[in-house]
Structure formats: structure tokens, C-alpha cells
């Protein structure tokens, strides 16, 4: 019996009555819930929801009794994906808004061994010199010790989420190139749901690379074993990460410093950064929009290019100069976005109405763009109606409790595979992946987001732009 089926049977039982009963009392249809009970088979949406609504629930057994039928209804790795992704876009929401602070060095008292070779014996001597080299280093670090280490992941936490740390870290991971790996098949997605919070941040130097693999890291492309390589220390670490050599002999960091360069040919940079708007625009162009047709899309800010056009937003130009080459790169992305087949676009209801309330885009359009004025926002808001209305633009709109805080992304999912993250809320930046693992888990996320009620039909979406135009006269 499963487990779904055995909780069931508990909570009947705590109704101090019998099957046939119940479902008499609650015009049920008594065989499908017998075989529910019996874990013959998993009952219809229709059924499971009479028959929780025919029970006596806590709030909490509520949850338990939804969450298991949950897995046993989609599979216990798609459940677990819609959580990580959902998780990790939660996270990178809270992120954004974290004011990070200047903290003092809290281990400027520590002994660091002097002598040119030093063996480290003790984990908690290992994660202070780890911890002494990311606070010290006013260069360069590299590395390629992996997201699953449960406490370097909380070093990188502290140090690039919650302080402003001044060095430049380079890290280098492995993304498995096998679906089929029965090991670990969900490896890719918990490597993006860690990074990417980092990554992301526009203050932050850390600079994540990614190489293809098939030994989630520990294979002939990384610096055998792990390794954290400074201007003056390189500290070499076991598989377990409790036994570590220190070096500070400058012929060996030279020699690690040429491997490094060796790695840097061969990996890829994860996340694109570009401050001008324009090359971002281009970029995402040649990476994305040129390339194949979108199938999801999730955002926090309106895509307004569902509405543009050049005389609509050159009086909000700051810069007069910049109104030509930044109107070309915008007038290409609109005219692939006109051409494109429907799709289902998931906007944030509160990024709708920040934008209706501020006229304002995200990212870099607030460094080049006047706000918006209330007839350019009406204009705006109108002209995305009426592609919702044709039928050219299938918009849903995401109240805050399925992400609180809202992240302030772009999040698109692409025919040929291909997988785009971009960060909105100050310089954009870009995560382009062609990932078949990840695909399926991102593919799987937003095929949930049209099952939940919290998401508004492309109807109900129409009738609140109407109200929200109604609203800007």
C-alpha cells in the first residue's frame, strides 16, 4: 500500500465510522474510494476532492493528504522538481531584496599555518582557512569544490548574499551531459537552484563556469581532487573535505595558476553580464529570440514589446542619442515577437501594477527610460489586451502566494530545448542552458502553473487589464 493510500485510511478511521457509511452519508461512489484506500488506484481530481471534502481535516492534515496525492498522482521526482524550482525562485526573490552589509572580518585573529606546506587535519580548520581566503583576497580565487558540500555552500551564502565580498571567485562545475544517469538525475537542477541566487546579483563577483560531465565533477577535466586556488594559497582538499594540504610555495601556485587557464578554455561562463542596454538586448536576440520559439514564459515586469512601437517610446528616452541604436535593437525583438505562435506567458500581478502605478520597466530600461506617462501606460496596457483578445498572446497573471517575494525575472522556456533566465532587477543578467534534464523539470513547472486556481485564465486576464486601463484615466 502506498502512502497516500495508508493516510487515507488513517483519516477515515479517525472518523470513527465504516466505509460503506461514509460514503453513503456523502453520496460518494464507493468503489473508486475502496480502491483509493486499497492503493488499487489513484482516484480522479473530482473524487479525491468529495472525498476531502467529506472529511474532518486540521489545516495541517489538509496539507499532508494534497501533498501526497500530489506525488503519487505526477511521480515523486516531477513533485520534487516543481518544489526545488519553486524554492529556488523564492529564494532568489529574497534575495533582491536583502540589503547586503559591510561586515567586519570575524576571523582576523586566526593563525594561519607559515609554513610553505601545511596538512589540515581538522574539518573546522579547513572551513576557517576557506573562509579566511575568500575574506582576504582582493584578486582572484578559483575553484571547483562542488554546490553538494553542504558547508562551503553556506561560506559562498554569507560571503556573496549577505556581505559585500570584495573578491573575485571563479568557480568551475560540472553539468552531467546524461539524462539516463540513474545515480543522480536531478543533479543538474539542484546546481542551478544553488548558484544561481549568486550569480545573479548584480554586485556580486561570483563568476560560476560550468564544463560538460558525466561524474558530476570528479573526472579528468577538473583539478584532481578540489582545490581553492588564491593569489598566495592553494589549498587542496579530499573527497569527504575534512583533510586538506595547504601550499604557499609560489612555483606550485604558479603551476595551478596555468591549469587554471587550461580549465577557463575549456568552460563556459554560466551567467552573461553586459551594462549596456543595447548589447544585452542583442545578445538575447542572438541566443534566444533568433534562434526558436518560445513555448513558456514567466515575468515580473510586462513585456511591453507585446505593445511598442518607436514613436510610443522615444519621449521617454533619456539619453537623444541612444534613441536610435537602442529603437533598432527594440524594433528587431518586436518584429520576431509579432511572428511568434501563442504561447502561455505567466506575469506577476503585482509586477502589472507597479508598472501601471510607476511607469517604470526593470533593469537597465530605468537607467535609459523616462517613466512612462499615464497615456503611454493606458496605450501600452491596451495594445497587450488586444493581442490577448486575438488570441496572439496567451497572458496569465500569478498572484503573490505562489512566489512571495515575487523574483524580478525573466524565466523562458524554448522549443529547441533551450533554457533563459534574466535577472531584471538592476543590470540584467543572462543564463542560456540547452539542458535535457532541465528542459523537462522547467517544462513540467509551468505545465503546473495552468493546473493552479491562484492563475488567471487568458478571460480574467483581459477583464483586469480593462480595469487597470480604467484605472489610468
Known amino acids: 500500500m502506498n502512502k497516500f493510500a495508508e493516510y487515507c485510511r488513517q483519516l477515515l478511521e479517525a472518523e470513527d465510522t465504516n466505509l ?35 472529511l474532518t481535516l486540521t489545516p495541517a492534515e489538509l496539507r499532508k493528504l494534497s501533498e501526497l496525492y500530489e506525488r503519487q498522482r505526477i511521480g515523486e521526482e516531477r513533485f520534487q522538481n516543481r518544489i526545488f524550482i519553486g524554492n529556488m525562485l523564492a529564494y532568489i526573490g529574497e534575495l533582491q531584496n536583502f540589503q547586503k552589509r559591510k561586515l567586519d572580518h570575524v576571523l582576523e585573529n586566526w593563525e594561519i ?26 584578486g582572484c580565487v578559483y575553484s571547483n569544490i562542488p554546490m553538494d558540500c553542504p558547508d562551503f555552500f ?10 559585500k565580498n570584495t573578491c573575485f571567485f571563479c568557480h568551475f562545475l560540472a553539468v ?30 561570483y563568476h560560476p563556469f560550468y564544463y560538460y560531465s558525466n561524474f558530476c ?92 512601437d518607436r514613436d510610443l517610446f522615444a519621449p521617454f528616452v533619456k539619453d537623444g542619442e541612444a534613441v536610435l541604436p537602442l529603437a533598432e535593437a527594440a524594433e528587431q525583438l518586436v518584429n520576431a515577437v509579432v511572428k511568434y505562435k501563442p504561447f502561455d506567458s505567466f506575469l506577476s500581478k503585482e509586477g502589472l501594477e507597479r508598472f501601471v502605478r510607476l511607469g517604470e520597466l526593470s533593469g537597465q530600461f530605468t537607467q535609459v527610460l ?12 491596451r495594445r497587450i489586451e488586444e493581442r490577448c483578445r486575438t488570441g496572439a498572446y496567451r497572458l496569465h497573471l500569478l498572484s503573490e502566494k505562489l512566489l512571495n517575494p ?63 486601463q480604467a484605472s489610468l484615466r
Open 20 to 54: 460503506y457509511r461514509f460514503c453513503n452519508t456523502h453520496n460518494l461512489e464507493r468503489t473508486g474510494i475502496r480502491r483509493m484506500l486499497s492503493g488499487e488506484r489513484l482516484p480522479k481530481p473530482e473524487l479525491f476532492q468529495a472525498f476531502v471534502d467529506a
Open 113 to 138: 599555518p607559515e609554513k610553505p606546506v601545511a596538512s589540515l587535519s581538522n574539518h573546522m580548520e579547513i572551513i576557517y582557512m576557506i573562509q579566511w581566503i575568500l575574506q582576504t583576497e582582493k
Open 154 to 163: 553556506q561560506l559562498l551564502q554569507q560571503e556573496f548574499s549577505m556581505r
Open 176 to 205: 552531467l551531459k546524461k539524462s539516463e544517469i540513474s545515480f543522480d538525475v536531478n543533479y543538474n537542477l539542484r546546481l542551478m537552484k544553488n548558484i544561481l541566487p549568486f550569480a545573479l546579483q548584480d554586485e556580486t563577483d
Open 217 to 308: 565533477g570528479r573526472d579528468s577535466v577538473a583539478l584532481y581532487p578540489f582545490y581553492l586556488l588564491s593569489s598566495n594559497y592553494l589549498l587542496l582538499l579530499g573527497e569527504d573535505f575534512h583533510r586538506g594540504i595547504l601550499y604557499r610555495d609560489k612555483i606550485i601556485l604558479e603551476s595551478y595558476h596555468q591549469e587554471i587557464r587550461r580549465v577557463m578554455d575549456r568552460a563556459k561562463p554560466f551567467i552573461y553580464k553586459e551594462n549596456d542596454p543595447r548589447r544585452s538586448m542583442e545578445y538575447y536576440m542572438r541566443k534566444c529570440i533568433s534562434v526558436s520559439q518560445p513555448i513558456y514564459m514567466l515575468e515580473y515586469y510586462p513585456c511591453i514589446f507585446q505593445g511598442y
Open 370 to 381: 523616462h517613466p512612462f506617462s499615464k497615456e503611454a501606460r493606458r496605450e501600452i496596457l
Open 406 to 468: 515575487f523574483p524580478r525575472i525573466g524565466l523562458e522556456l524554448y522549443e529547441n530545448r533551450t533554457l533563459a533566465l534574466i535577472s531584471c532587477a538592476g543590470t540584467n543578467s543572462y543564463l542560456v542552458l540547452e539542458e535535457k534534464t532541465l528542459f523537462g523539470a522547467f517544462e513540467d513547472y509551468f505545465h503546473s502553473l495552468l493546473e493552479k486556481p491562484e492563475v488567471t485564465s487568458v478571460d480574467e486576464t483581459i477583464q483586469i487589464l480593462e480595469e487597470l
